[in-house]
């Protein structure tokens, strides 16, 4: 036999055997996608308003809740409900009244997604308070998704926003005491480095969310977590649900958290064992996971929610039925 013709019989036996295995895998998966449709029923879905964020930000949460109540979008709720915090100038981990970086300036970070899939995002932003709000205008009327800094302020001005001043007297006097012995150390369960993250679904099961921060307190300049980073500090999947996070946002993004929590809920795990799962993730790691604290809290499109962090201390809130209530979370490190 010529060369080329041994060639030419061998390539064709080649063909038929790789198409032969390739129609018999997909027989095969396509058995295995009908007995796993078998296994697993399609999930109820729920049409009740619901709203979880973490945290005790009983407020805030009672008017995402309220909102819903109302016939709001899912998305919209979310992000009146965490203005309450970012306007509140108690609170120094949120929005106005926010600690400052290391040189005094208080920026601020926040993403929002909504049912669809579309998001939006803004990072290292100055002088604008509502910035859950801005993250949408960056997803509605732009064709990015992430605009930082000067920019960012730049188009919130061009959007009606208004300059305000961030750092308050309280947070400029413990700056100023910060200066005195400056050390960068997170504090489980003090709120030097937390957020509010929301999560919510409207009467029609559509589920969204938000996450609004002004970051660690007195990071270095830029510095930017998890809260503004799809995947990270928020992720929607209109399908399956949503999770958010907070605690140590460097530690977030290193597991994409939310996005991980989203993905196992669509393998089939609940929200609390998705939740659980995630912060296992992270401390299998790192074994430094004692010195700071990640919760995550998640809702799928049942209406089922769920929340796991590392140290106790961590509690979310839930709107339901008309009822708002702070939930404790069960936690890993026990001893």
Not at 54 to 79: H, P, Q, R, Y
Not at 94 to 116: F, H, I, Q, W, Y
Request: aromatic share 6%; glycine share 10%.
């Amino acid at each position: 036999m010529k060369r080329r013709h041994f060639l030419k019989n061998a390539s064709l036996t080649s063909v038929g055997l790789a198409v032969g295995s390739t129609l018999t895998g997909c027989t095969d998966a396509a058995t295995t996608k009908s007995k796993i449709s078998e296994e697993k029923p399609p999930m109820t879905m729920n049409k009740k308003p619901i709203a979880i964020c973490t945290w005790g930000f009983v407020a805030a949460n009672a008017k995402a809740g309220e909102a819903l109540s109302k016939g709001i979008t899912a998305l919209d709720a979310a992000i009146e409900g965490v203005a309450i915090e970012e306007e509140n100038i108690k609170n120094t981990t949120v929005g106005k009244g926010g600690a400052p970086d290391r040189e005094g300036n208080v920026t601020l970070d926040a993403c929002v997604m909504d049912s669809n899939g579309d998001c939006g995002a803004v990072v290292c932003v100055e002088n604008i308070t509502n910035v859950a709000a801005l993250a949408k205008q960056v997803m509605t009327e732009t064709p990015h998704v992430m605009l930082a800094g000067e920019g960012a302020e730049a188009f919130a001005y061009s959007q009606g926003f208004k300059k305000e001043k961030l750092l308050t007297e309280a947070s400029k006097k413990a700056w100023e005491a910060w200066l005195k012995s400056p050390e960068y150390k997170p504090i489980i369960n003090i709120e030097n480095h937390d957020t509010i993250g929301m999560l919510t679904m409207d009467n029609n099961g559509d589920i969204a969310g938000t996450c609004t921060t002004s970051g660690l307190s007195y990071k270095m300049k830029g510095r930017v977590g998890d809260s503004p980073i799809i995947g990270s500090g928020l992720f929607i999947d209109n399908t399956i649900g949503g999770a958010t996070a907070t605690g140590m946002g460097e530690e977030v993004m290193k597991t994409v958290g939310s996005f991980l929590i989203v993905e196992l809920m669509r393998n089939g795990m609940s929200p609390q064992a998705a939740c659980e799962e995630a912060v296992n993730r992270i401390v299998s790691k790192n074994d430094r996971y004692k010195d700071f604290q990640i919760a995550y809290i998640a809702m799928n499109k049942a209406g089922e929610t769920g929340a796991y962090c590392i140290h106790e201390g961590f509690t979310y809130m839930k709107f339901q039925d008309g009822k708002n209530e702070n939930i404790p979370s069960d936690f890993y490190h026990k001893s």
